[in-house]
C-alpha cells in the first residue's frame, strides 16, 4: 500500500509539473563573460529587432521574453573588429542563457520553466 502512495504521489507531482506551464513564451538572459563590453542586436522570431547595448564583462541582462522559434544575436564585442551572429532555436515553457565566453563565442543553455 506504501509503495501505490508513494507512485501515486509521484505521479500527481509529475502532472503538477507539466500542468503549470500553459504554453508560456521563451525567456532569455544574456551573460557576458567575453574580453570586453558586449552590444547585443536580437531579431525576434516576429520580425521585430531589439538593442541591448553595453552589458559589461561579467554581467548580465534582465530576462526579457520572446515568441517561440528562432531568435538571432548578432554580437558586438568592444574592442573587436568584427560581430558574429548566433540563432537560438527557442520553445515555449523554457527560459535560456545566451552567454559570450571568456573566448567570445556564443554558447547557450536552456531549462524547462516549472
Known sequence: MKKILILAAGVFALFLRCASCKDEPPRVMLINNGTDRADIQIKTSGGNTENVNGIEVGQSSLWRTFDPGDIKFTIAIHGEDSTFAYTL????????????????????????VD
Do not use: D, I
Open 89 to 112: 532555436h527557442a520553445e515555449t515553457c523554457m527560459e535560456y542563457k545566451v552567454t559570450v565566453t571568456p573566448a567570445n563565442q556564443v554558447t547557450a543553455s536552456g531549462e524547462e
